[in-house]
């Protein structure tokens, strides 16, 4: 067996699909109407189909759950954030944060409320230690990565 994909359910797909296109500069790679698929490797379903797929009522199909995620990695987190602000009815489960290991993210909402993340690159978290004066032993540390991983990042 191999699992190919995630799929979000949503309400208005031409709407969600300008969201991923626009926010994240994703393509479209398969377009059947009901259902489109991006270049990221996962798919978006009109929520009236899908009830019908699963023999459910639209209203018992219900969003935002905060029990998933899509993650998205970015090189440059901080320009990201200022194209970010650009688009006004963006709803944030929270401002950019670090954690322990150093990697920093953004989480926000999509238009059917999907929790979306977005975090720096481990690649991006260790050369910005060893930028910072850490050293090699002590960036794995941090991060958790082995000391071959950090060195390939340089």
Known sequence: MKFEAPMLVVDDINRSRAFYCDV????????????ITFDA?????????WATFIDAEEKDIVYRGNDMELYFEEEKLDEFMDYLKSFKDIEYLHDIKE???????????????????VGESMTV??????????TIEETAQRTMFPVEFVKACL
Do not use: T
């Open 41 to 49: 490797g996962f798919s978006l379903q009109d929520k009236a189909l």
């Open 24 to 35: 994240f500069g994703l393509k479209v790679v398969m377009d059947f109407g009901e259902n």
């Open 99 to 117: 954690y322990n290991w150093g990697q920093r993210v953004i989480r926000f909402y999509d238009p059917d409320d999907h929790v979306i993340e």
């Open 125 to 134: 978290v260790c050369r910005r230690f060893i930028s910072q004066g850490m």
